[in-house]
């Protein structure tokens, strides 16, 4: 017999779960927000709260609104589409500060969150999975394996999304019963890319099906992974990735920024930062989503760790006109962070690290004289820990901008502008 509890949601927690109180604890309830009056299944106990399963709201919020998309409740992603306009805009405010309240860091002014618009996603990764009379593609369910085939996808662009029809019949061919698939599908500035990871070798009328679905659906590119040896099937255009006024080449499943409009308003936050500054060092510079902009008027250093996009920013560089010196350097940065000395030579300096963060390079640019810091980051938590270790060093955060990408999501990016005090 499972335990029902009457709750009572008085707030918003940093995933998007709705908050209340059980036995003088607090209680986690997904899928709820500040005042439902809920009943709920109790669950786990765990170090922050106990975690609960909606069963039944008894009382809706006046923050509550009609869900827009039809796979609602079973997707497991957008799980804040029920959220009024006004209530997720607040929640993504609150969401940037508490990470940084948690660590003691304080933010001299916080920005006006960038929200970035429905059927603006450029990238998707997708599952599929082969079953008898049919092929599911689609996103997982909330916290489990079980897949959602989808008919429609409120945040993700429609030149995506018209071809997945098409592309699961073509698939459906392919796959052997019961087999699964990741599918990366990016809009590039040439055109669709598409990856599929499979662990199947494709015979011969296999690549001509998907060679026919991409002159049908004009593709740019279609690779196939086979347990990592990659298979260019039809590269009719290379994808190619604009920043600023170059192109470089994009690697399939390569990371990019997922909007063109949340890349737009980093790329203004850290331009606009950097302004006044001279020498400027990109670090974590990838294929030079903030490189290409910044050496419009600065001498730019661009280092990275990994080859693969740093060989396409050298690209760019190679057929981009109008720009001042860009210098490429490969280097680990957790590893071999730059060191003080060697930052020395720099006004400015950005980073935008993975989701782990930049701890190493942090704590060296934390013993540094560089006048001007711009942190890029997609995860608020280890953002807040670099923060604290730079305000120890005497830093400042001046200010915080929210760019919410991930529309209807917990996901969060931030781009906070520090200076020495």
């Known amino acids: ?47 922050n709260g106990y975690y609960a399963v909606l069963d039944e709201i008894i009382e809706a919020s006046a923050d509550r609104i009609d869900p827009v998309c039809k796979h609602f409740g079973k997707c497991g ?48 990764a997708l599952k599929a999975l082969n079953l008898p009379g049919r092929l599911v593609l689609g996103f997982s369910e909330r916290q489990s394996h079980q897949l959602v085939d989808i008919g429609e996808c409120p945040v993700t662009r429609r030149e995506i999304t018209e071809i997945l029809p098409a592309l699961r019949k073509v698939l459906q061919g392919i796959l052997k019963k019961r087999m699964t698939a990741e599918v990366h599908v990016t809009l590039t500035a040439t055109g669709i890319d598409i990856l599929v990871d499979a662990a199947k070798e494709l015979d011969l009328s296999e690549r001509e099906s998907l060679v026919d679905f991409a002159n049908a659906h004009d593709i740019a590119a279609i690779h196939w992974r086979d347990q990592g040896f990659l298979d260019p ?38 331009v606009a930062a950097c302004v006044r500054y001279g020498r400027v060092a990109d670090l974590f510079c990838g294929m030079g989503t903030f490189t290409f902009p910044l050496a419009k008027s600065h001498q730019t250093l661009a280092v990275e760790g990994a080859k693969q996009p740093l060989e396409a920013l050298k690209a760019g560089i190679n057929q981009a006109s109008g720009l001042k010196q ?34 190493e390079q942090a704590a060296e640019l934390a013993q540094s004289s560089v006048k001007k810091i711009v ?6 938590n280890s953002f807040a820990r670099d923060a604290k270790i730079l305000v120890a060093g005497g830093y400042q955060l001046e200010t915080l901008l929210p760019v919410d ?17």
């Not at 020395?344 to 930049?358: C, I, T």
């Not at 917990?410 to 005090?421: N, Q, T």
């Open 375 to 380: 942190a890029v980051s997609c995860n608020p």
């Open 77 to 124: 992603g957008c799980q804040l589409q029920f959220l009024s306009e006004d209530t997720y805009r607040n929640w993504i405010s609150e969401r940037a500060v508490s990470a940084l309240t948690h660590q003691g860091v304080a933010v001299g002014r916080l920005l006006e969150p960038v929200i970035c618009p429905p059927r603006s996603r450029r990238r998707v």
């Open 405 to 421: 990408q991930f529309l209807w999501s917990p996901h969060l990016e931030l781009v906070g502008v520090f200076s020495r005090v």
């Open 1 to 47: 017999m499972t335990d029902l509890i009457e709750v009572k949601i008085t707030a918003l927690g940093a995933q998007g779960d709705g908050i209340g109180e059980y036995g003088r604890e607090p209680v986690f309830v997904p899928g709820t927000t500040t005042g439902d009056l809920v009943r709920a299944e109790i669950g786990a106990k765990k170090k």
């Open 326 to 359: 860009i210098i490429t350097m490969h280097r680990d940065l957790y590893r071999r962070p730059l060191t003080p000395d060697e930052l020395s030579a720099f006004d400015a300096v950005v980073f935008d690290p993975p989701r782990a963060g930049a701890k």
């Open 233 to 270: 099937v039809i590269i009719r255009r290379e994808p190619m990735m604009e920043f600023s006024d170059a192109r470089a080449p994009l690697a399939p499943a390569a990371f990019i920024q997922a909007t063109n409009d949340g890349e737009a308003a980093l790329v203004k936050e850290v």
